[in-house]
């Protein structure tokens, strides 16, 4: 009797699933998205209740921009708190520079207007007129 040593071929599909490679993936988007929650958050240190607005248009990426924050105690220039004098100084020298920044104006709620009006004079006074207030979207 002769023997056969060729397989018997099995035409069943594989119905077991190999998730191992989704699992992967899932913890490594996990891992990138708690990474990355804390950056998103692009706003400054400094508690400033802004006045609410109905929509706003993200800045341009190509500008340079200078945060100054009007509290009541005075200004603060990307996190350096000064005087009106100071502060002066600074806009002059931004304003001799051939490529002037943006300047963006974040005041708080309980601030007078006329401290935001006063800022608004000096950015005038030396002709620095690309001005962002900023503001936070409706609640």
């Not at 490594?28 to 248009?57: G, Q, R, Y």
């Not at 009541?72 to 004098?85: A, H, I, K, T």
């Not at 401290?115 to 002709?127: H, I, S």
Request: hydrophobic residues 40%; proline residues 7%; glycine residues 2%.
């Amino acid at each position: 009797m002769a023997r056969s040593f060729h397989r018997r071929r099995s035409l069943a599909p594989v119905s077991e699933l190999n998730v191992t490679s989704l699992i992967d993936l899932g913890f490594s988007l996990l891992i990138i998205f708690m990474i990355s929650t804390p950056l998103i958050k692009n706003e400054s240190a400094l508690a400033v209740d802004l006045p609410v607005s109905s929509d706003a248009a993200p800045p341009p990426s190509d500008q340079k921009f200078v945060d100054i924050t009007i509290q009541q105690g005075g200004y603060v220039l990307d996190d350096n708190p000064m005087d009106r004098q100071s502060l002066e100084a600074i806009l002059r020298t931004y304003a001799a520079s051939p490529n002037p920044p943006v300047i963006s104006i974040r005041a708080d709620r309980t601030v007078q207007y006329q401290e935001v009006v006063t800022l608004l004079d000096l950015c005038k006074k030396y002709n620095l007129s690309q001005i962002s207030l900023e503001t936070q979207t409706g609640r």
